[in-house]
């Protein structure tokens, strides 16, 4: 009884904070059915409008969501392939000065992107005619590369590395060694970190504000400008799209490599 | 010899790609920045109240935030370590859902809801608690729940990866040896579970400071933060000098408050023992 009593007051909170969470999120999946402009509960019916407005009016928003992918994936692919490599240096060997190289791999999470946005713009603009497709892409490889790092060597702690010693007595390459034994063994935890940051750079939108030109424009950046002329729920409908990605990203983590990895 | 050469090869690419695109941008700008107007747009930038207003503005909303996001996060931690629910799972998931939701779709939610013609007013209308619709949006409150929105994942799993690892045995045995739940939580778990509550509220408060999305949308054109004016000094009044010394600042301020941060968490560890959570 006496526990009970004392685990009630956390579990209102919880319960309250869960609402709070998801309440703007369930007001926008109905606000992409609402029949009328002003968005009102009740909803005085149910439309598919905004939905089509998508694809039919001028909102440009597919080729944002067009040039948001191109960015996400090329920037989490070279990611993967820079990330895990320093990820295996960091933790296969022992070495001085170990800790100093992680704070140094991580360092850019701790720089406002704001700052590191406008320094790009101002270093792009010296340097002159880089298309915008490459500075965000730049600005997104390498704002993105601690969390891959982070993911990685957080499942390489867990490694065990006399795997690697057993494959190469029995004559394996180190080539062999790596695709064969430790990178199977490892790729949920890589796969999680990829969605994870392949997410991030899709929805980043302080260096797409800064360094997006007129004819490249991400698709955080497009709703936003969108915003700024119009309130109608075609907002609703293209939100709504985004937050069934999520969804989905997350329903995939959790088979992955479960949600524990987030505790760390 | 191999291994060296490995080595090398493996962090290679990385370190250079920082050092080309990260670090020498960074520092270039900034030596840049003061050998074209020396430090004349840093001393404009303090010396002018209106500017100075903009950083103090930008540290009591993070502040706020913060305090807020401890004040709702810690139960939800607690009660998320603690709880042997079959929904624990779910309840994970709702609470990384948002997290994992763009910044500029989430505050477009709080716009639907908070706007003068929003759901908030038309409810609060309709039951007749106001006569006129309150006044949120492009107000400081709108940008501190939007934050609070933004970071609570944050905050509660930096808070709950730390209690999960503190023994529940310790509750019982303060509560059989006569301590009331109040003072379990102010003697026991408060003290243990500090590392995290640190970590936490340090991550939550850069992430605030630094946030740009929910100031520039649920604070308008008039709510000025630090980022918000990186933005409008860049694009509105094409002053990149002081748009460089507001970017500076803001990471000397950030880097000042991590400093002080981090000797807490220093100082605390040793008294709780040197737990290393955080």
């Keep these: 009884m006496h526990e009970d009593r004392v685990s009630l007051f956390p579990k209102i909170v919880t319960i309250l904070v869960l609402i709070f969470l998801v309440a703007p999120l369930v007001v926008i999946i109905l606000a992409s059915f609402s029949p009328t402009v002003l968005v009102v509960f009740p909803p005085k019916g149910f439309s598919l409008k905004w939905y089509a407005n998508i694809f039919t009016s001028s909102t440009n928003f597919l080729s944002g969501l067009g040039n ?61 005619g880089v298309p915008a497709y490459l500075r965000i892409l730049l600005g997104h490889s390498i704002i993105i590369i ?42 949920p935890g890589i796969m999680a970190g990829a969605l994870l940051s392949f997410l991030y750079s ?25 915003m700024e002329f119009s309130f109608d729920p075609t907002l609703a409908a293209i939100s709504t799209l985004l937050i069934v990605m999520s969804l989905t990203s997350i329903v995939l983590m959790e088979r992955l490599i479960g949600l524990d990895m987030f505790l760390k | ?33 003061l050998q074209q107007d020396g430090i004349a747009n840093f001393v404009k930038f303090l010396t002018d ?53 763009s910044a500029v779709v989430r505050s477009y939610g709080w716009m639907v809801i908070l706007g003068n013609k929003g759901l908030l007013n038309q409810f609060l209308l309709a039951v007749g608690l106001i006569e006129n619709p309150l006044k949120i949006m492009y107000t400081s409150h709108a940008v501190i729940v939007g934050l609070v929105h933004l970071l609570l994942p944050y905050m509660i799993l930096s808070i709950t990866g730390v209690i999960q690892g503190i023994d529940k045995n310790l509750e019982y045995a303060a509560s059989s040896l006569g301590c009331n739940p109040l003072k379990t939580f102010f003697k026991v778990l408060l003290p243990l579970s500090t590392p995290g509550i ?55 301020v950030i880097l000042l408050f991590l400093v002080v941060f981090n000797l807490a968490t220093a100082s605390i560890n040793q008294r709780v023992g040197g737990q290393k959570h955080a």
């Design chain 1, 68 to 128: 948001s992918l191109k960015v996400a994936i090329v920037a989490t692919l070279i990611d993967i392939v820079l990330g895990v490599a320093a990820a295996l240096s960091v933790t296969r060997y022992t070495f001085k000065g170990k800790h100093l190289l992680i704070a140094f791999f991580t360092s850019p999470m701790y720089v406002p992107s704001i700052a590191f946005a406008f320094v790009l713009l101002r270093v792009f603009s010296m340097i002159g």
């Design chain 2, 198 to 252: 640190i970590s936490g509220c340090t991550l939550v408060f850069t992430l605030s400071m630094t946030a740009y999305v929910t100031p520039r949308l649920l604070g308008g054109a008039n709510f000025r933060m630090m980022s918000t004016m990186v933005f409008q000094e860049v694009n509105v009044n094409f002053n990149w000098g002081l748009a460089s010394a507001i970017s500076y600042i803001l990471m000397f």
């Design chain 2, 1 to 33: 010899m191999s291994k060296k050469r490995n080595f090398f090869f493996l962090s290679f690419p990385t370190t250079f790609a920082l050092l080309v695109l990260f670090v020498a941008p960074m520092v270039y700008i900034l030596i840049n920045t």
């Design chain 1, 202 to 226: 899709f929805d980043e939108a302080v260096l797409g504000s800064l360094l997006s030109s007129p004819r490249f424009i991400t698709l955080p950046i497009r709703i936003m400008n969108y």
């Design chain 1, 146 to 187: 601690p969390y891959i790092i982070r993911n990685t060597i957080a499942v390489l702690a867990g490694y065990n590395w006399l795997l690697e010693d057993a494959a190469a007595s029995l004559s394996a390459n180190p080539l062999q060694t790596f695709t064969k034994v430790t990178l199977p063994l490892i790729k």
């Design chain 2, 49 to 101: 109240s209106f500017y100075l207003n903009i950083l103090k503005t930008t540290v009591i909303i993070s502040l706020k935030t913060t305090g807020i996001l401890l004040l709702l996060g810690y139960p939800t931690a607690y009660f998320l370590a603690r709880t042997t629910s079959k929904l624990k799972n779910t309840m994970m998931i709702i609470i990384l859902f948002p997290f994992l939701v």
